[in-house]
C-alpha cells in the first residue's frame, strides 16, 4: 500500500493489479495522493513550457510521462471497476455469502459495489425469481 504516489509506484500499483486476481488494498487517501501527484505534473510541464529553454527534450519527455500517467491509471481504475463488477455479480448470485472483498475498497469503490449488488440483487428477484416460480 503506497501513500506518496510516483510514476514508479502508480506503475507498479497497475503491475499488481494486472497480475493479481483480487484487488489490490491502495491507500484510503489514494485518489486526493493521485490527483496532488499529477497537478505537480501538470505543473511542471507549464513551468517547463513557459521557459525560454533550448530543453525541448526535457519538455517531450514531461509530455510523455503525463500522457502515460494517464494511461495507467485509466487501465487501473478499468481492471479494479472489472474487478468490483465481478464481486458484486458474485455477491448477488451468493446472497448468504458472508464477502470479503470491500476490505481492498477504497470508499468511493465500497460505494460502487454496494449499488451494483443491490441492482443486481434486485433485478434477479424481479425477473429471475419470477420466472423460475411458474407451475
Known amino acids: 500500500m503506497v501513500d506518496l504516489i510516483t510514476y514508479d509506484s502508480l506503475f507498479e500499483t497497475l503491475q499488481k493489479e494486472k497480475t493479481r486476481k483480487e484487488l489490490q488494498k491502495l491507500s484510503p487517501e489514494f485518489h486526493k495522493n493521485f490527483l496532488k501527484y499529477s497537478e505537480e505534473k501538470i505543473s511542471i510541464l507549464n513551468s517547463q513550457k513557459s521557459k525560454d529553454s533550448i530543453f525541448t527534450t526535457e519538455v517531450q519527455r514531461t509530455e510523455k510521462q503525463v500522457e502515460n500517467i494517464k494511461r495507467i491509471i485509466k487501465d487501473l481504475y478499468e481492471r479494479r471497476e ?51 416460480e411458474w407451475k
Open 82 to 132: 472489472r474487478k468490483i463488477v465481478e464481486a458484486a455479480l458474485f455477491s448477488a448470485r451468493n446472497p448468504n455469502t458472508n464477502s470479503q472483498f470491500s476490505s481492498s475498497m477504497l470508499k468511493e469503490e465500497k460505494q460502487l459495489f454496494d449499488e451494483v449488488t443491490e441492482n443486481l440483487t434486485t433485478s434477479r428477484t424481479s425477473i429471475l425469481h419470477k420466472l423460475l
